[in-house]
């Protein structure tokens, strides 16, 4: 209790209202783990550098769900798609209690006309030192915030685009990692269709059946490369990519553990490419 006392009056101090949420989900955090944790850290030389940790993850996570709900409310309101979207994020993550309080009360301050939105991803930027792995999960994860009604509006875009500025990436980044996360979105109706469902797919307002051509094209670019690279080329990239989105080096660079399953649902969707394009070019 004292830890959620301390951490939001500090927090008040220094940051205010968005101060006291950061300081309350610090110090909810310092309650739980003290008791448990302290001895096992050794003393407090073990303990600062542990809350030094529970503040990235404080901080990742406002930041998270904060602009989750600005994007969310980017067209003028707030549909219940997005919502249902934010509450099994936060199941996804493990969210509960106190904390998945707070993550909804950032989800609602994001909301807010008055968001500071620069503020808000230059503090995170900070936080993770420039780490641009960790930067980018986070930027990925808000694309895909972005596309759960199925589309992506222009509000939304340029929410992304300020997101990603901010965040160090330029345009053409983001462009490239939306037209990724597109073709991810038709390669997962793949596997549906694999598995027996329907052959048509919705996406965008249009309807069209997914070929298996169609499929590969998709393959290729959740890799990055090209049908005409050779073997070698297509390797060196799907090894690349796994290495970045590798959970345990994830979490050594300072992503929160509960985001892992975001990091690894990405990870299939490259180890799913890579084999289907192994297959069709008999790759061993």
């Known amino acids: 209790m004292i830890g959620k006392i301390l951490g ?3 927090g008040f101090m220094f940051g205010r209202i968005p101060g006291a949420i950061l300081g309350f989900i610090v110090g909810h955090m310092f309650d739980k783990g003290y008791s448990q944790d302290f001895n096992q850290m050794g003393g407090f030389s073990g303990f600062f550098t542990s809350q030094d940790d529970f503040k990235k993850q404080a901080i990742f996570f406002h930041a998270l769900f904060s602009v989750m709900g600005h994007i969310a409310k980017a067209d003028g309101k707030v549909s219940d798609v997005e919502i249902k979207m934010a509450s099994a994020l936060m199941d996804q993550m493990g969210l509960e209690g106190d904390t998945r309080k707070e993550a909804q009360q950032a989800f609602r301050e994001g909301k807010e006309a008055d968001f500071a939105l620069k503020d808000i991803i230059v503090e995170l930027k900070e936080s993770c030192h420039g780490r641009r792995d960790i930067l980018q999960v986070f930027l990925e994860i808000l694309i895909q915030a972005a596309y759960v009604d199925g589309k992506l509006d222009k509000a939304e875009q340029k929410v992304l685009e300020t997101a990603a500025l901010h965040l160090g990436f330029k345009q053409n980044e983001l462009l490239y990692l939306l037209s990724v996360y597109e073709a991810e979105i038709r390669f997962r109706q793949r596997g549906g269709q694999r598995n027996g469902q329907s052959s048509h797919r919705t996406h965008q307002g249009s309807q ?4 298996t051509q169609q499929s590969l094209n998709d393959a290729y670019q ?3 490369v090209s049908e005409s690279d050779d073997d070698k080329a297509v390797k060196k990239a799907y090894r ?3 290495s970045e ?6 979490v050594s660079k300072g992503l929160p553990k509960q985001a892992l399953e975001l990091a690894k649902n990405k990870a299939q969707d490259i180890q799913a490419a890579y084999e289907m394009i192994k297959e069709k070019r008999g790759m061993r």
């Not at 069209?208 to 070929?211: A, E, I, L, R, V």
């Open 8 to 10: 939001t009056i500090f």
């Open 245 to 250: 989105h590798h959970p345990d080096k994830l």
């Open 208 to 211: 069209s059946t997914y070929s």
């Open 222 to 224: 959740i890799l990055g």
């Open 240 to 242: 690349k990519l796994m």
